[in-house]
């Protein structure tokens, strides 16, 4: 009987050439390759590629939060009832975009990688309305509250679209938690800078028209030249603030990928269905209620400390380096949150952060005017350390709230999860900026007056001061029922792994069998 040896040793020395095409047939692929830790390693350059994407998402926003009251209440000289309604009417609109923008994400992500195409899309029209968001048409008041409010729902609604897909891009980076927070601080560190350049460079820009109100007088109010000087430097810091949107957009789209061997399909059914599974995941909904209500703390305080320095404390030629060094201080205390983090856990270290956030923003109340800028200044950088945390923590806890849905559910739908947090994201702004702006009608501010009554300063105390202090004990509380440890996270991870290794084997084995079977019918054909 004829044996034929089929060993490796055998074949290997075996070239068989195909004499019409000249050609050696593929060897057939490995069976399994072990892709290691390295695969799952971000690497550096990836890493700050991502950060960078925060700019588009930072630098209109921020600029916007702090800025905009002002400007719509002094410059375009629009009442503060007219300036709640452009401020809630477009994040009300947002209660439905958010959502949608966040379903169609994901129903277009099961058909390829196209996290960076939607950002991309959604940059000419963040640009666009940002910038015509600074202009002042000669229209009745009216007519541009009805402007302004259709600039600020589309600047939402490309923010939108930009941010849902770039907050759920971490996830599609790698498996390995470490890594996740560790990028997560990187992109958090990145947003912090950007809002430090914004609040820095636009206060740079318009500084000079902060600090007084030109020839304003008793009898006629501001100066028609002080408006328009104003106007011209809200114009040439939002063509700034555009270029660097635009450098840092190309630098994202560039420098990131997605992978696609993280993704677990999501099961067939309906948007709503998935929406409805996403939110009564009972770790999101407590997630959600945390983070609404420390944003909504922040954007309160955000919206109104411009006033609060210049009617309150009398110092508002001093805002901007103020503003500054609290953000300043918020990105350089990330790297100190994460340590903690690793260290006590999330959970502990959000206490800790709500320990110093809570009597910074209760001293807010008692600051007396005219107090030395330097205690001012020492002040925000306090407070900047602690608002960090409330920051980074949240986003940091969110991949921890995928895995275990995704564990429990076998589906991960993460652009739901994110298009819902960023809904509540911009919702609390839009919330707190309203309902500022309705407190200052009913205590009598005046928009074209040199000064203003005593109840303005005190409802601006009452602002910055106890209400925000108390959103930030609800936020501790719905932390402590938040039922996600550090334990359940490993457990987590641990199966994920090990169903995502599963899979890959799966598809490593059926690339092994076919590669088999082309090699040795042009073997076969060879010989």
């Given at each position: 009987m004829l044996e034929i040896d089929c060993s490796c040793s055998v074949i290997d020395n075996i070239s068989p050439r195909n004499e019409e095409s000249g050609r050696v047939p593929d060897q057939p692929p490995p069976y399994y390759e072990s892709s290691g830790q390295d695969k799952e390693k971000v690497p550096i350059s990836r890493k700050v590629a991502l950060a960078m994407g925060a700019a588009p998402l930072v630098l209109p926003i921020v600029t916007a939060t702090v800025y905009i009251q002002l400007f719509l209440l002094e410059v375009s000289l629009i009442s503060p009832k007219g300036v709640s309604v452009v401020l809630f009417l477009g994040r009300a609109f947002d209660a439905i975009t958010d959502p949608l923008i966040g379903f169609l994400v994901n129903l277009t992500q099961s058909k390829g990688n196209t996290l960076r195409m939607w950002m991309m899309s959604a940059l000419p029209f963040l640009i666009c309305s940002y910038f015509f968001m600074w202009q002042v048409p000669d229209f009745s008041e009216n007519v541009l509250i009805g402007y302004y409010t259709t600039i600020y729902i589309v600047l939402q609604v490309a923010f939108t679209v930009y941010s849902v897909p770039y907050s759920a891009l971490i996830m599609y980076q790698t498996n390995d938690q470490k890594e996740r927070d560790v990028t997560t601080a990187f992109r958090m560190t990145a947003e912090i800078i950007f809002g430090v350049l914004a609040v820095g460079i636009m206060g740079a820009i318009i500084g000079g028209s902060l600090s007084n109100d030109g020839f304003c007088s008793d009898d006629t109010g501001k100066d028609a030249a002080w408006r328009e000087n104003t106007m011209r430097m809200y114009t040439v810091s939002s063509i700034v603030m555009v270029g660097m949107v635009i450098v840092a957009g190309i630098i994202t789209y560039c420098g990131t990928q997605e992978r696609s061997d993280i993704t677990i399909q999501a099961k067939e059914g309906s948007a709503f269905m998935a929406a409805k599974r996403v939110m009564t995941h009972k770790p999101y909904v407590y997630l959600m209620l945390a983070y609404f209500c420390m944003f909504l703390s922040v954007a309160i305080v955000q919206g109104n400390l411009q006033l609060y320095f210049k009617y309150s404390i009398s110092h508002v030629e001093n805002f901007s380096t103020a503003m500054g060094l609290l953000m300043l201080c918020a990105g350089l205390g990330v790297p100190l949150w994460q340590v903690a983090l690793s260290k006590f856990g999330k959970k502990k270290t959000a206490y800790i952060g709500a320990s110093i956030i809570v009597p910074a923003l209760s001293s807010l109340m008692f600051i007396p005017a005219n107090l030395n800028i330097y205690i001012i200044y020492a002040f925000c950088c306090v407070a900047g350390i602690g608002?960090?945390?409330?920051?980074?923590?949240?986003?940091?806890?969110?991949?921890?709230?995928?895995?275990?849905?995704?564990?429990?559910?076998?589906e991960r739908n993460e652009s739901i999860f994110y298009g819902f947090?960023?809904?509540?994201?911009?919702?609390?702004?839009?919330?707190?900026?309203?309902?500022?702006?309705?407190?200052?009608?009913?205590a009598g501010y005046d928009n074209d007056a040199c000064a203003q009554p005593?109840?303005?300063?005190?409802?601006?105390?009452?602002?910055?001061?106890?209400?925000?202090?108390?959103?930030?004990?609800?936020?501790?509380?719905?932390v402590y029922m938040y039922p996600i440890t550090e334990e359940v996270c490993l457990k987590n991870k641990a199966i994920l792994k090990e169903k995502i290794a599963r899979e890959r084997q799966s598809k490593e084995l059926d690339a092994y069998i076919n590669g088999t079977l082309v090699f040795a019918h042009e073997y076969i054909t060879y010989m």
């Open positions: 608002i960090g945390s409330g920051y980074f923590l949240p986003w940091s806890m969110l991949p921890d709230v995928v895995d275990n849905y995704t564990v429990e559910n076998e947090f960023v809904f509540f994201n911009k919702f609390a702004a839009g919330l707190g900026l309203g309902i500022s702006a309705i407190f200052l009608e009913l005593d109840n303005v300063d005190f409802t601006l105390r009452l602002l910055c001061a106890p209400g925000p202090a108390f959103l930030v004990l609800l936020y501790c509380f719905f």
